[in-house]
């Protein structure tokens, strides 16, 4: 993972229980292909379309991120969940940790 270290440290929060490592597959690649062919980002961002095409295939609760520009955005969100949409796939939740920080834990 190429986060910072204070976003990596952020995952340690959170029960193994909760976490699931996912492959990149083929699936993934084509579905990031065609959020790239639409222009939700440019093609440089092509990993960060992988990472919101493995979250979408694997059916995620949400996917958190931190990255405010490519995935953590209003346009990009609805960009990659209308793709989503279209090629039958279910929307994807998009969140900050902030958001999550507390989820599963009581008040």
Not at 64 to 79: A, E, Y
Request: aromatic share 8%.
């Amino acid at each position: 993972m190429r986060a910072p270290d204070f976003v990596k440290s952020l995952l340690d929060r959170f029960p193994e229980k909760s976490k699931e490592k996912i492959k990149l597959s083929q699936e993934a690649i084509d579905l990031a292909d065609k959020y790239v062919e639409a222009k939700v980002v440019g093609k440089t961002r092509r990993a960060d379309c992988q990472h919101i095409a493995i979250a979408t295939l694997a059916k995620a609760d949400v996917l958190v991120s931190w990255n405010f520009k490519h995935i953590v955005n209003l346009n990009r969100i609805r960009g990659y969940n209308g793709i989503n949409y279209q090629n039958g796939y279910h929307m994807l939740e998009i969140r900050t940790p902030k958001e999550i920080e507390k989820y599963g834990k009581e008040d």
